[in-house]
């Protein structure tokens, strides 16, 4: 039988009410006759709540203490197994045999970085044993084991990264994503009033939504699906089974010929959190071999003359004010700390052909205020760094003059 992955996140199980009903369409996808395995987040805010915890029983100490990451993905680890557990139990009750499984016992080998690591191989044996008996396979997400047998946790959004990577190392027929939006749109529904939905995707614009911080999908998963031709489906839990609206994502050449084609194809993607340094051109070397040591992982670096704005995404960095006391330490003046900035992307085809699009950039944010700190551009993306407090206010203008 053919191998279908699906995802569950944070918000469609939420509550055990909302897992039975995740576990009524488990049963009806095995019912239609494919072998299923599922991988689940943790139950709505868990992960937060632990999080928060942690931070509490390190301040115990006094104010500032900050609690190990080793630790952390101990800690926050859990969430997953509460919900995997409860889903087999409900499949169970449904009359389907189901096993579950942590991210090790899956068989998932990570780096040795905690709090956002990376798998480096998936060992699916156990899963495909338990497959071959006719059971369901339910999946913690967002975590795995190193190589140095710890346990490691993805960083955000790492179980779309769990079950891409699992759908490769299966042969899955496709990967199915779901969450509370039904679907890829132009820009974040809860952001931008009445944006486009996008039905048909090219992995590659997918992936450079997924690296400006589009919420939709994790760019490592993103990435595991381009290495490993995975279709992914990304759907609205609540819809009925074959009902609703879903984006298809592919490495097909016609969607991006399409794409191509249609220069209105276009979103708007903004991150908040990102720390921005302003170093010297000569000390930069230095810089990146601290931020590597402080486990930090580097997004834009825009160089221009005697010095550099280097970008630093703190969605995985729980302790990002140590690392900046850090960062300013080793550097010293070569390098000055801004502080925590957003970033705003247009992110389509045909941006960078001529100069009107970066023109309507800059028209944009002043128009409301928003001055650029820096501003880069590639083919496929121009992004801005902007204060945090614009930037709702900035994606509303850009895809206003971008998209509608």
Known sequence: MSVIVQ????????????????????????????????????????????????????ETAGAGAEPPRRELDMLVSTGERVTMALLSIALHARG????????????????????????????????????????????????????????????????????????????????????????????????????????DMDLSML?????????????????????????????????????????????DGEIARAQDENKNVRAIVGIGGVMVACVGAASLPLFLATAATEELSVGDVIVAGDGAFVHLPLLNVPDWERCARALERGLGAAATILGKRAVVSVVGYGLTGTSGALGRVYECLGRIDAPAVCLSAGPLRISATIDESKLNEAQKALHAAFVD
Not at 140 to 164: F, H, N, P
């Open 7 to 58: 995802k569950y996140g944070g918000s469609s199980v939420a509550d055990v009410q909302k897992i039975g009903l995740v576990a009524d369409r488990v049963a009806m996808a095995k019912r239609d006759g494919h072998d299923v395995v599922v991988v689940v987040s943790a139950m709505g805010k868990t992960t937060d709540e632990l999080i928060g915890l942690a931070r509490r029983a390190a």
């Open 96 to 199: 389907h045999d189901a096993i579950s499984f942590t991210g090790s016992q899956s068989g998932i080998l990570t780096n040795d970085r905690h709090f956002d690591a990376r798998i480096i191989e998936v060992r699916p044996h156990r899963i495909q044993d338990e497959l071959s008996r006719g059971r369901i396979v339910i999946v913690a997400g967002y975590q795995g084991m190193s190589y140095k047998r710890e346990i490691t946790t993805l960083g955000r959004g790492g179980s779309d990264t769990t079950a891409v990577a699992l759908a490769a190392a299966l042969g899955a027929e496709r990967c199915e994503i779901y969450s509370d939006v039904d679907g890829v749109y132009s820009a974040d529904p809860r952001v931008v009033a009445d944006p486009r939905h996008l039905p």
């Open 207 to 251: 992936g450079e939504m997924a690296e400006a911080g589009a919420k939709v999908l994790n760019a490592q998963a993103v990435e595991w699906a381009r290495r490993s031709k995975i279709v992914i489906h990304a759907r609205k839990t609540a819809d009925p089974v074959g009902g609703g609206r879903e984006t298809i994502a592919s490495d």
